[in-house]
Structures are given as C-alpha cells and as structure tokens.
C-alpha cells in the first residue's frame, strides 16, 4: 500500500539517496579557517564503529511495498560489520506484533526500527521500548505519541498528490477544458484523504482543469482493475488519470487495455518496477509514478546506526540525528527513470 499517515518535512531530499549518503561528513577539504567546532563531531560514516544490534519489527509483507520495506531493510544491515539485524516474522494482527516488539525489548537490543500495523495500537509499546533506553526509529505509520520515539522517517502522502497534480498540470495547461480523473486507494485510511487533497490543492493552480471523477479501490490489483473498468465506462473522454499506487495501477492498466483506450496519460504512485519498466517501454498511457520509496527502510537502519553509535549526521551542524525525516515524493518519467529502477520494488 505505500502507507502512512504521514507529516513533516525535513530533510532527504531524493527518495534514491538513502539516509546512508547523507551520514558521512565531508570535513576532509576544509581549510582551518573554513573550520567551526561541529567539524570535529562524530558523525556517522561507512567505518567499522561500536558495534550495534537492531531490532526490527514490521507488518506481514503482504503487499509489494512492504515486502520491498524487508528487504531494504536487511540489505542495508548487511552493508555494515558493526551491524546485527534481530528481524521479527510480522504481522497485521496488533496484538502479535505488540508481542513480537516485547522480545526484541527483552532482548535489549540496541535500538528498535518499527514500521507499525497500527500505529495509534502501537504507540504504548513504543513508550515502553523509550522507558527502558532502548531508542525507537519509528517507520513510516506514526505513533500517536512523540514520545513512543527517537526519530519518525516516512513519506510525504499529501506530497505525491501534490506533485501528481503539478505534474498532469504541467501537461494540460495549454489544453482548454481539460478533464482529469483519480483511482484513489482505501478511503478509510487518511493517507487517501492526503493524496486526494494534495492533488486537489495543485489543480487549483490550473483552472483550465477540472476533476470529473473519482473511484476508490483497495490497493489490489482485482480492485484497480474493476474500479479502473467502472471510471472507463462511466467517463467516455478525459484527459488524465492519477491512480495513487501502482500495485492496483497493475489492474487499472489491464482495465484500459481491455477498453482499447489510449488518448489520455496517466500517472501512477509508489514507485513498482513494473510501473518504472512501462514507463521506459513508453507504449502504453502509463507516464510517469510519484514515489513512496521503500528505500526508508535501508534510511532507517543508518539512523538507527548512528543512534546506536551516538553519531550525528555529516552535512549538518547539529551533534544529533533529526526528530523527523520525511521523504521527497519524486516524480519518475521517461526523462529520469533508468536513475530510479533499481529502487522498484516487485
């Protein structure tokens, strides 16, 4: 699903660039008058350092994304010989993955990485890792409470509406009365309500552009396809389309081949090699996705390195990590996408 409520912006600017680029100084060309006294901090780099356990707890990976959030996890510990990664199984059920975050804290390991279920279900076992001095690196869904956390990383759900909007607007601009259409993803959740307003506030900008109609389906690929099918139908011209994941885009995409259309783009969200892949291909109405980079996994662990080794981040002044780091939703088209396709996730 992609999937936070999330907030904040702060500091990594490419969703490509993981945390890990960002934490290591950059002193070594500096003349001695250039120098302050925060040069001389420790800061987090590649090096062997204190060694530190990890401990990470995520929801079950039954979606692409967040399997991919797995995988750059562990990818990422793998990188460091200072670094053990204790991985729990996951769960969607809260009380399990309550349980499976309680053992990691009896182990006392050195901080914990959670990519909640839940995050507001979630948010007393945060407290109780804080308590006892274990430092939480809180993953994308937030915790009710500051608290129940060191630092927050996430992506930016009103941001990728925002930049689908400016996007499909800069291509329409010059088009009278253009007509745009939106596959949202569950409407319960309020990441939705944050893509959708995102997207909104941008067409503002262009009042050639109306929205004339929206469907909600269930980040699935049965669900895109048979929303994506009823939008087909219902609208028999327009001019755009946002679908806000690509995993349901898959189904969307088989809908619009099957109405035999083309004559409008569209643009996906996540960031799915199969999506990266179709772009470069650029034979179908799929042009560009905005991303929701699982690459925060991989950030995650080096923030949670350089917590555990007591290290700042290279590049800024300040001796601690930040309280929060929200992730750039970068648009991927034809023009950039070979950067980013080893970041897709399947």
């Known amino acids: ?23 290591t100084a950059c002193t070594s060309n500096d003349t001695e008058d250039d120098r302050t ?13 204190k060694h530190v356990t990890i401990g990470f707890a995520g929801p079950q ?55 909640p279920a839940d995050g507001k279900a979630l948010t007393q076992v945060g407290l109780k890792a804080m308590r006892a001095g274990i430092p939480v690196v809180n993953l994308d869904r937030i915790f009710d409470s500051a608290q129940a956390y060191r630092c927050w990383i996430g992506g930016d759900n009103y941001g990728m509406g925002l930049n689908a ?15 745009v259409v939106e596959l949202a993803g569950l409407d319960n959740l309020e990441l939705t309500k944050q893509r959708t307003q995102g997207f909104d506030d941008a067409l503002k900008n262009y009042p050639n552009i109306k929205k004339v109609a929206r469907q909600a389906a269930e ?19 327009f001019d755009a389309l946002w679908n806000h994941d690509d995993d349901q885009g898959v189904g969307a995409l088989r809908a619009v081949q099957q109405a035999g259309r083309d004559d409008f783009l569209m643009v996906g969200g ?3 090699l199969s999506a990266f892949q179709a772009i470069k291909q650029d034979d179908g109405v799929l042009k560009a996705t905005v991303l929701y980079p699982p690459t925060m996994a991989a950030s995650a662990i080096d923030l949670a390195r350089a ?22 939703s970068a648009v991927v ?14």
């Open 37 to 49: 006294a925060t040069d001389n901090r420790p800061a987090a780099d590649d090096k062997p350092g």
């Open 333 to 346: 088209d034809k023009s950039n996408v070979d950067q980013y396709l080893s970041t897709g996730f399947r």
């Open 1 to 23: 699903m992609s999937h936070t409520t999330s907030r904040r912006g702060l500091l990594f600017g490419t969703a490509a660039v993981s945390a890990g680029a960002l934490l």
């Open 165 to 179: 909007g400016r996007y499909i607007g800069e291509k329409l601009k010059d088009k009278p009365n253009a007509r």
């Open 270 to 272: 996540a960031g799915a």
């Open 219 to 237: 980040f699935t690929v049965e669900s895109g396809q048979a929303k994506m099918a009823q939008l087909l139908q219902a609208q028999s011209k």
């Open 61 to 115: 990976a039954d979606h692409g994304w967040l399997n991919a959030i797995n995988d750059n996890a562990e990818g990422r510990a793998k990188k460091y010989a200072d670094v053990s990664l204790e991985i729990t199984e996951g769960s969607n059920d809260t009380a399990q993955q309550i349980g499976q975050i309680e053992t990691l804290i009896n182990k006392k390991v050195d901080v914990l990485v959670v990519l």
């Open 307 to 328: 917590i555990g080794q007591g290290k700042g981040v290279g590049g800024l002044a300040e001796f601690e990590i930040p309280a929060s780091v929200t992730l750039y």
